[in-house]
Structures are given as structure tokens and as C-alpha cells.
């Protein structure tokens, strides 16, 4: 008789760690950080020049190794260059993500998590000509992929490094059927982030 109580203790015991073990997490990181290496259909912009960007992302992280993930991120001086001083433009991004990352060291307390990242969204672009000769505004789909790691130094917070690469996605089907034919567009960039991570 004495071991019905220890058997439902041990069931009790069981039922109770099974969702501290199978624990998912939201993870929302504001940053800030340099887009690099970009160019375009319009002009040229593999100058070296950099520009700075900011933004956050808000994920969930699964039990295991896969998380989903948005990110927006916000170039406000993207399109100025040493050698063209007339233009004023900006980049936005706005990107659904896959996230595959593992858990070093779990879920809770301190941790590393390193992982892979990709996905697909909008990038829109304003450029404007301080002389007034054009202005363009273009939304385009585009697709990104990257890599980062994150390190956690309590349950709740910790710092985030990411380098994700971003191109634009055209429709190069010129008929009259309406189908979209998408291929990768000509505008591209690096973006390298780092920022506060702020799990619960």
C-alpha cells in the first residue's frame, strides 16, 4: 500500500517537468547595426561605403532547434555615397523567418544558442533627388538569410549578434497572363546587427 503513494508522486513528478522541459520562449531584440556591400539597379552602391540601420525582431523559440521570426529593419541613409551627395533615400524591411538554432546549455539561466536564419518579405525603397529630378518609392518582395548567435547571461537577458544578406526578388514575366514569374532582382545588401535580447 505504501507504493501507491510513490508511484503518483513519480507520475505528479513526471507530468509537472515534462512542460518546464518542453519550455518555448519569446525573444524580442531592438539593434542596431551597418548595412554593407549593397548595390542596386539604379546605381552603383559597391562603393565601401556603409550605412547605418536599426530595427527589432520578435520570435518564438520552439522546445527543440526551430522558431519562427519577424524582423523590421530601417535604413534611413541608405543610398548616400561619397560620390553621390544628392540623393536622399532609405531601405525598409519588413521579413518572416525560419529560425533553426541550438540551445547550449537550455532553455533557462545562462546559454549560447548559435543558428541559422532565413526567410522572405518586403523591402521597400524611397530615393528622392534633392534637386527634385525623380522620385522613386518601390516595394518589392525580397528574401534574406543569415547566421548569428545568442548569448544568455540570465533567464531573461542577454545580447544578440546577427549577418544577414538581403536581395530583392523581381517579376521578369512580361506576358499578359498574370503570372507572377519571380527571379532574384539586382538590389542586394549585407546587414550586420548587434543588440540587446530580451527572453520570457
Same mark, same amino acid.
Not at 556603409?50 to 530595427?55: A, I, M, Q, R
Not at 525603397?125 to 522613386?136: I, N, Q
Not at 546577427?162 to 549585407?190: E, M, Q, V
Given at each position: %500500500? /505504501? ?6 508522486? &513519480? ?25 554593407? !556591400? ?30 519562427? =521570426? %519577424? ?21 525598409? !524591411?519588413? %521579413? ?25 518579405? &518586403?523591402? $521597400? !525603397? $524611397?530615393?528622392?533627388?534633392? =534637386?527634385?529630378?525623380? @522620385?522613386?518609392? =518601390? ?10 548567435? %545568442? ?7 542577454? &545580447? ?9 526578388? !523581381? ?5 499578359? @497572363?498574370? @503570372?507572377? @514569374? ?16 530580451? /527572453?520570457?
Amino acid at each position: %500500500m /505504501r507504493l501507491r503513494p510513490v508511484i503518483l508522486a &513519480l507520475v505528479l513528478g513526471t507530468v509537472l517537468a515534462i512542460p518546464a522541459q518542453a519550455r518555448a520562449d519569446w525573444i524580442f531584440t531592438p539593434y542596431i547595426g551597418a548595412n554593407f !556591400s549593397r548595390g542596386g539597379d539604379i546605381f552603383d552602391l559597391d562603393s565601401g561605403n556603409t550605412s547605418v540601420s536599426f530595427g527589432g525582431s520578435l520570435g518564438w523559440m520552439g522546445a527543440g532547434i526551430l522558431g519562427l =521570426e %519577424m524582423d523590421f529593419g530601417y535604413a534611413p541613409d541608405f543610398f548616400e555615397t561619397d560620390d553621390v551627395t544628392s540623393l536622399d533615400g532609405n531601405v525598409t !524591411s519588413f %521579413m518572416g523567418n525560419v529560425i533553426i538554432g541550438i540551445p547550449i546549455g537550455g532553455q533557462t539561466g545562462g546559454g549560447v544558442r548559435p543558428y541559422v536564419s532565413g526567410g522572405a518579405g &518586403l523591402l $521597400r !525603397s $524611397r530615393l528622392d533627388d534633392v =534637386e527634385d529630378f525623380f @522620385d522613386l518609392n =518601390e516595394n518589392s518582395f525580397g528574401v534574406n538569410a543569415g547566421a548569428g548567435l %545568442m548569448v544568455f547571461f540570465t533567464d531573461n537577458v542577454g &545580447l544578440r549578434g546577427d549577418l544577414r544578406y538581403f536581395r530583392s526578388l !523581381s517579376d521578369d514575366d512580361n506576358d499578359d @497572363d498574370n @503570372d507572377l @514569374d519571380l527571379n532574384l532582382g539586382a538590389f542586394h545588401f549585407w546587414r550586420a546587427t548587434a543588440g540587446v535580447a530580451f /527572453r520570457f
